[in-house]
């Protein structure tokens, strides 16, 4: 079983987001970048996948500063292959990342490609289910949790309320990932050290990055809010006080 | 190619989804700028039935055995064709479980760029993308000739894509769908052992703020003070920290309890489709910036584990 995990950085939602002067996108000056959240848990998905049914996991991402760490960080979880691609990728949207993925995953020939469902800066489509089409795939998004059997997967993929729908699949397939069986898994630091020794990240080139299908945006803004919060001060002896009068107001209480 | 707006109605299991009403009520504020109707296509076996109250100028109703039930490959296939005839100025889908697994695919394959996360339309037909876990919105033209769009609630009411006039239904032959990849084997229902926190006056609801599974406690102190239930946002959930029973959002429940008191919730777009019709949120963030503030009537800046102990106490001598 050969299992690729295609992941990309997106910006920290944890930092203050501020537009540039041009007002069309995100100033990028301070922007810190991390991982997206549900392409951590398609990682930890491959490796509980390779733990149980064996196999090789490639973990493969776009350059970008902190991209060898997460890669050794994914080769001390567990993953056998790292694969970097190597270009200009600052202003790709979705679709040019997918096909410059598709290019490299193709030669790799995986029976699954495991990804995050979605990452919150997407604005053309999504990852996955461009990669399942560049490729030839079937797609199945939303999913949460993974069974192989034989040249199909079972995968169950969430709807709204709770409700799971068991899906079957042939091999080769394209599952996009909500979350994983278990929480990305944490390693010591000393032991992705020890990787960086050993592992090796493979660098290929991306090609076909043109910006085609890119969705052209005339004004990034702040969401205009109608109403915001009443704010309550004070030391929090004082913010709670002002809650048990809005708990007794609203009968709570 | 004509000036029509194709909505792709979602339906589970013979109900149609509140979001295909958001889409639909969507679609009319399109059709204003772009001239057109708004034309529901659903897709379907013996649901025809379906199309009653949909508020749009007219349904397209495919039947096929293989359209009972979403699947990937039927509606793929099904859509593909239908699009290419219809030539349409766009189409939308909902930024959904469904929604989501076709209109990416269906852009590479028709080569018609996609819109992710719409939220609203402008009247001159731009859209406005909620983007950044609410922390940003992006307004641009909708690509020509046909533009998809996958589209987020929260813009529109989905009373206002409904309506007691039935539409008028036109049956389009379904394509020849064998040999498909994907198939539903079965649906597993939602446990429902567990407290409903559907029917909770008020939530006491944690968030990844809450940092580990011993400080879970300190929401339940207070829950237990206040006799009311604990739910969580996805993070807490996925980490197994309280159970999945208790998930607020678009893959949880959707409440509505008198108060909804967030603690540690950044109010991320996919929460908030859970728990924005609250009658008061009340949130506990040290993000100022955070969107929660956006839709909470009340909110504070303090840190909750500084709160949390004297708010408990309060609650007990309030008894
Ligand atoms: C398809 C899909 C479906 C999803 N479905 C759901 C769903 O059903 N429900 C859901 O909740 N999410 C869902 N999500 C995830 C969603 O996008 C967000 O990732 C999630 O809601 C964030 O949870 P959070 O607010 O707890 O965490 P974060 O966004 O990380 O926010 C934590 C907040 O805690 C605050 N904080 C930190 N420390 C403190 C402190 N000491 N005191 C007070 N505040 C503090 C921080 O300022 C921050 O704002 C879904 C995502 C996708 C892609
Ligand atoms: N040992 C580790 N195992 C897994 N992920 C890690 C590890 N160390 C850091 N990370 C990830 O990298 C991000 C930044 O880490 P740091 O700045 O070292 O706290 C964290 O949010 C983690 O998601």
């Known amino acids: 079983m050969k299992i690729a995990v295609p992941v990309k950085f997106v910006p920290d939602l944890v930092e203050e987001l501020t537009i540039d002067p041009g007002g069309t996108a995100l100033d990028t000056t301070w922007l810190r970048l991390i991982i997206s959240e549900f392409d951590d848990h398609a990682v930890e998905q491959a490796i509980l996948v390779k733990e149980k049914n064996g196999g090789q996991v490639c973990v493969i991402m776009a350059e970008a500063d902190g991209a060898d760490d997460f890669l050794f960080t994914a080769a001390a979880k567990g993953a056998d292959q790292l694969i970097k691609l190597t270009g200009d990728f600052s202003n790709v949207n979705n679709h040019a990342l997918a096909r410059a993925h598709a290019e490299v995953l193709k030669d790799l020939h995986p029976d699954l490609i495991l990804t995050g469902v979605q990452a919150h800066n997407d604005l053309d489509g999504s990852i996955g289910p461009l990669l399942a089409e560049y490729l030839g795939m079937p797609y199945v998004g939303y999913v949460a949790g993974i069974t192989i059997d034989g040249d199909k997967v079972i995968a169950r993929k969430e709807y709204a309320g709770g409700l799971i729908a068991e899906i079957e699949v042939k091999l080769p397939a394209v599952l996009g990932i909500q979350a994983a069986e278990q929480p990305p898994r944490y390693v010591a630091y000393s032991k992705i050290r020890q990787v960086m020794s050993t592992a090796k990240i493979e660098e290929k080139p991306g090609s076909a990055l043109s910006l085609e299908e890119s969705i052209v945006v005339s004004r990034m803004f702040l969401p205009e809010v109608a109403e915001r919060a009443t704010m309550l001060e004070g030391s929090p002896d004082d913010v709670a006080a002002k809650l048990i009068a809005i708990f007794k107001e609203q009968g709570t209480l | ?319």
Not at chain 2, 5 to 13: C, P
Not at chain 2, 86 to 91: F, N
Not at chain 2, 168 to 174: F, G, L, M, N
Not at chain 2, 212 to 235: F, H, M, Q, T, Y
Request: net charge negative; hydrophobic share 40%.
């Open chain 2, 1 to 319: 190619m004509s000036q029509d707006i194709l909505v792709i109605i979602e339906h589970l299991r013979g109900q149609v989804t509140d979001t295909s009403y958001v889409m639909l009520a969507g679609a009319h504020q399109l059709s204003q700028s772009s001239g057109g109707g708004v034309v529901a296509v659903l897709l379907g076996h013996n649901a025809q039935k379906l199309a009653s109250n949909l508020s749009a100028d007219k349904v397209l109703y495919v039947d096929h055995p293989a359209l009972a039930e979403f699947t990937f490959d039927a509606y793929q296939i099904t859509l593909e064709n239908l699009i290419k005839q219809q030539s349409p100025r766009a189409v939308i889908f909902g930024h959904s479980s469904i929604g989501m697994d076709i209109a990416s695919g269906l852009s590479a394959r028709l080569e018609f760029p996609v819109v992710s996360s719409c939220r609203t339309f402008t009247s001159e037909g731009k859209f406005i993308s909620q983007i950044c876990g609410g922390k940003i919105m992006a307004e641009g033209d909708l690509p020509a000739p046909t533009a998809l769009i996958t589209m987020v609630p929260g813009g529109y009411k989905a009373e206002s894509g409904q309506s007691s006039q039935p539409p008028s239904v036109e049956i389009i032959a379904a394509p020849a769908l064998g040999d498909l990849r994907v198939s539903l084997k079965q649906y597993i229902e939602p446990d429902t052992s567990d407290v409903d926190i559907t029917k909770e006056k008020m939530l006491v609801s944690v968030g990844r703020g809450i940092q580990n599974k011993d400080n879970i406690e300190l929401a339940n102190d207070l829950a237990a003070a206040l006799g009311c239930a604990v739910s969580a946002s996805r993070p807490v959930v996925d980490q197994g920290w309280i159970p999945t029973t208790r998930l607020v959002g678009k893959s949880g429940k959707h409440v509505k309890p008198k108060i909804y008191l967030a603690l540690g919730i950044s109010g991320a777009p996919e929460h908030v489709e859970g728990m924005g019709d609250s009658e008061y949120i009340v949130a506990v963030n040290t993000d100022i910036n955070a969107p929660i503030f956006n839709i909470a009537k009340y909110g504070t800046t303090v840190d909750m584990f500084d709160l949390l102990p004297v708010l408990t106490e309060k609650v007990k001598q309030a008894k």
